[in-house]
């Protein structure tokens, strides 16, 4: 028998970006569910406390449950979500992000850790939300 190494550690990106700002948003979980969405809703309104704030994202399941639901509603109208069309990835601004971010930071990449990977792409956020406007550029926002 050939010893293998089992099942890959997953890890998901959920985020965010500001189109007007460039402004982004990421959180990095082991899961990608209705939770963990959330999270990432709270995390936006947690950042921006005053205001509306409009959320366009797809028709994935756990964008339309009880735990987001609750998270709009306590919202008292401060989170607008929009629904964009089914298999539209380009509608989404922050899909040109996803895409840059593959390139740039996991694309022909071997980390040692998932831990090496999470920071290098915690790094990537970070050091994109230094320059905002290379942001809006990369999603077309300019």
């Known amino acids: 028998m050939i010893p293998t190494p089992g099942q890959p550690k997953v890890h998901y990106g959920l985020g965010a970006v500001n189109y007007h ?3 982004t948003v990421v959180l990095i979980r082991k899961r990608k569910r209705r939770q963990e969405v959330a999270e990432l809703l709270q995390a936006l309104l947690d950042k921006h ?14 964008h339309q449950d009880d735990e987001v639901e609750e998270v709009v509603r306590s919202a008292t109208g401060r989170l607008i979500l929009l629904y ?3 298999y539209s990835p380009w509608l989404n601004p922050i899909e040109m992000l996803w895409r840059h971010f593959r390139r740039e930071v ?3 990449e071997l980390f040692e850790t998932v831990k090496v990977l999470i920071e ?3 790094d990537f956020f970070q050091r994109f939300n230094q320059c905002p406007e290379k942001v809006l550029s990369i999603i077309g926002a300019h």
């Open 106 to 108: 996991t694309h022909c």
């Open 120 to 122: 290098a792409s915690y």
């Open 84 to 86: 964009l069309p089914t």
């Open 21 to 23: 700002t460039g402004e």
């Open 49 to 62: 406390p005053t205001g509306t704030i409009f959320v366009a994202w797809d028709n994935f399941t756990a």
